[in-house]
């Protein structure tokens, strides 16, 4: 793998556990660097990292919140 898509790849050290549960990126990275943002992108999609994904999280604290509430 090229040493700047290393060193970017260090600035996150999630990015190494992701890479180790999905090793084809690994390859896909030494081979095409400029797919970067697709693995950022499906890294992102995978660990629920989008703001969507903060959002839908949070709205199900809420109505967990509001079921405990209720019970009580």
Known sequence: MRSNITNILSQNPDYWIFLRQYPI???VLSRHPERLKDFK???KVLRRKRFVDKMEDAGN???L???LMEEM
């Open 61 to 63: 604290m809420l109505s």
């Open 65 to 67: 919140m509001q079921a």
């Open 25 to 27: 990126w690994h390859r």
């Open 41 to 43: 992108e499906e890294y």
